[in-house]
């Protein structure tokens, strides 16, 4: 069955430090894979999105993710966080030719000042 | 040009009582979604338009759900009787080439 998994469920990290979100996907084919942050209260917003051809995406907001076929995995990426960063984000897969979406469980992210 | 649009924003009502959700997608998008996201977990489908045809509803409980997307356009999500478990957020989304976009939702409480 596809799926989409994002293992770590809670992640903090201290302002001004790295930051990296796993995913990992299952299907058959690559999929198209996505990355959106929902802040509370609010919808899910886009950050960034892989069809195909280079494999290290730059979205908004200071995120990249890399695409890595070999691992399965679309992680999001970003060099220096901000308070401000502090959401939860999902990633998602949907496959060519069909509109259906997967979501992952979503990971948390706080922001230590 | 405007986002995905839901109302209202939030909504308390009894449990037995009928509800009802708005969305209108960004123009021009044929295709559109609803889903219910429950408290520290992802968006789940409940339903897929495209244009004015609901293409995917296995999993919208249709004992008491019922969508409707009129013209193609606007779409309307009802619960009747809501329960307690009905308590979650209903996100609407609109799909573009293959991203897609989501209004900022519906938190819906069931005392």
């Known amino acids: 069955a596809q799926s989409v998994t994002q293992p770590d469920i809670h992640i903090t990290v201290s302002e001004g430090a790295s930051l990296e979100l796993r995913c990992n996907y299952s299907?058959?084919?690559?999929?198209?894979l996505f990355w959106y942050v929902q802040s509370p209260g609010q919808g899910l917003q886009l950050l960034l999105k892989y069809f195909s051809g280079d494999t290290l995406v730059q979205g908004i907001k200071g995120f990249e993710a890399e695409f890595k076929r070999s691992q399965s995995s679309f992680n999001l990426r970003k060099p220096s966080v901000h308070w401000s960063d502090a959401a939860e984000y999902f990633c998602?897969?949907?496959?060519?030719?069909?509109?259906?979406?997967?979501f992952g469980t979503g990971t948390r992210l706080k922001v230590l000042a | 040009e405007a986002g995905v649009v839901q109302s209202p924003r939030y909504k308390i009502i009894e449990k037995k009582q009928p509800v009802a959700f708005w969305c209108n997608p960004i123009?021009?998008?044929?295709?559109l979604y609803w889903y219910r996201q429950n408290l520290g977990q992802g968006p789940e489908l409940l339903i897929r338009?495209?244009?004015?045809?609901?293409?995917?509803d296995s999993q919208l409980p249709k004992d008491r759900f019922s969508a409707e997307r009129l013209k193609g356009v606007d779409s309307t999500l009802k619960i009747q009787p809501a329960e307690l478990g009905d308590s979650a957020v209903y996100l609407c989304a609109s799909r573009g080439t293959y991203e897609q976009y989501f209004g900022p939702g519906t938190r819906l409480t069931v005392t």
């Open positions: 123009s021009g998008h044929n295709t």
């Open positions: 998602a897969a949907v496959t060519s030719g069909t509109y259906k979406y997967i």
């Open positions: 299907y058959g084919a690559t999929p198209y």
């Open positions: 338009y495209e244009n004015e045809e609901a293409v995917d």
